[in-house]
């Protein structure tokens, strides 16, 4: 057996405490070794299961996983039972036939009792499987098996959106809908909101919006505000404007920030509603009270200031709505940032070092346009040195969307060749064309000049 698989056993030598030995011992020859399958903790670490090692051998004390050998107790190795963490329980079954015996490693097939990972009736086995390694979640998965096992609602839906978003376990959508409907089918208005968006966006179920609607309906009867926003999206989704803002007004008297910004969206556009940028700001500033880490309300509240939208036009007063939002996470935010330091604005002095330092976190975050702007920077040499290299690099990550200008510039910089990128007419010409066949002009000027020039 490889040292792969092998590191999945546990070897049991059959060396018995003298005090402890009893008639009911196997009596086995002092160099037989016996493999049992291991389990591994919640941070998957491989434990010692000595409840299941004692049920079959009585007297042992000593265990070989993988190069190492330990005694029953010492202090190098994690000794648990399956109490620990809600294993199955039954006594393995040894099996020493030495015909099944090669190189001192036994061949078997796993079996319920003895693999966690093979489905059994006991469901928090399987979970605890799938739990990352070395995760500082763990204690807390641990707990929320315990409690989904007791039939706790609340623990089955903090599960399920482990599962979902792989905080503490591995991302697995179909899991994450198991516990979520498992909470939903009694009644748990939140599990049934999860359900209708895992629906709604086709994650671990294909996409359905007559069941998304369905759950989110189930949701909102019981007043959950989040329901009643996301039955609004679909409302607005269909140009049903008047029946979106029917469900956001709902889901606004629990002072759901997110229903709010909606509301002061339609305000803003006229869509269901007479046009109010008043109206708007007053949506805008109840959604930032009722929520002060919501990052998108700041961030629209700093647009109506950059644009002069019902208050007069203000610059600095943008930038630190834009500020706020921006360190709350918003990429809206912190690209805004980028484009007005890089420029400057009237009362906002350009600071292209404050520009390079937001548009790098938009960046981070894969807005495009800040990936490109980056690269431009880069290539002009703003608030850096000149850096071909660099700008290239962020060209390519914005190009791998479209986005015809990285295209552009990726050619020029192939067709210039300059700060030690070589000079590639072919590749010059291959960006070119991308450009082009998505209507950039220049780029078919450029393309000539590549055919003279190889001529």
Excluded at 423 to 437: G, Q
């Amino acid at each position: 057996m490889d040292d792969e698989l092998e590191g999945h056993f546990q070897a049991l030598r059959s060396v018995y405490k003298r005090s402890n030995a009893t008639v009911a011992s196997p009596e086995l020859p002092e160099s037989e070794i016996v493999h049992i399958d291991i389990y591994q903790d919640p941070t998957g670490k491989d434990i010692i299961l000595w409840e299941e090692i004692l049920g079959a051998f009585k007297g042992a004390d000593n265990v070989r996983h993988k190069t190492r050998s330990s005694q029953y107790g010492s202090e190098d190795v994690a000794f648990y039972t399956s109490k620990d963490f809600d294993l199955p329980t039954t006594e393995p079954t040894p099996q020493t036939t030495p015909n099944d015996v090669i190189g001192g490693s036994q061949l078997h097939s796993h079996s319920s009792i003895t693999h966690p990972s093979v489905d059994t009736n006991n469901h928090s086995s399987v979970v605890a499987n799938t739990l990352e390694s070395a995760s500082p979640d763990a204690d807390r998965i641990a707990d929320l098996i315990a409690k989904t096992d007791r039939g706790d609602m609340d623990a089955q839906v903090e599960l399920g959106d482990a599962y979902e978003t792989g905080k503490g376990l591995t991302m697995d959508h179909t899991s994450a809908m198991k516990y979520f409907r498992k909470a939903a089918n009694r009644g748990h208005a939140m599990a049934q909101c999860r359900m209708g968006l895992l629906y709604l966006h086709g994650r671990g179920v294909g996409q359905n919006h007559a069941k998304a609607t369905e759950w989110f309906r189930m949701a909102a009867g019981q007043d959950l505000p989040q329901a009643q926003c996301q039955l609004g999206l679909m409302e607005s989704d269909r140009w049903n404007y008047s029946s979106a803002m029917t469900y956001f007004l709902k889901a606004a008297k629990h002072g759901h920030a997110e229903s709010e910004v909606h509301i002061a969206m339609l305000f803003m556009t006229g869509q269901g509603v007479l046009k109010d940028y008043g109206e708007a700001i007053e949506w805008l500033r109840k959604a930032m009270e009722d929520d002060p880490g919501y990052d998108v309300a700041p961030f629209e509240m700093g647009m109506m200031y950059y644009q002069g939208r019902g208050v007069p036009l203000d610059f600095p007063k943008a930038e630190e709505l834009f500020v706020k939002a921006g360190n709350l996470g918003n990429v809206d935010a912190r690209r805004s940032l980028g484009v007005m330091y890089r420029n400057g604005q009237q009362g906002v002095a350009r600071d292209f070092v404050r520009a390079m330092e937001w548009l790098h976190k938009a960046a981070d975050q894969n807005d495009m346009v800040s990936q490109f702007t980056l690269g431009v920077m880069y290539d002009n040499g703003e608030g850096v040195v000149r850096d071909s290299s660099k700008a290239m690099e962020w060209y390519l990550r914005a190009a791998d969307r479209p986005h015809v200008e990285a295209y552009f510039c990726i050619g020029v910089l192939y067709y210039d060749g300059w700060g030690g990128l070589p000079r590639d007419l072919a590749k010059a010409k291959e960006w070119f064309n991308k450009a082009a066949d998505i209507g950039h002009y220049e780029a078919k000027d450029y393309l000539r000049s590549c055919v003279v020039v190889n001529a």
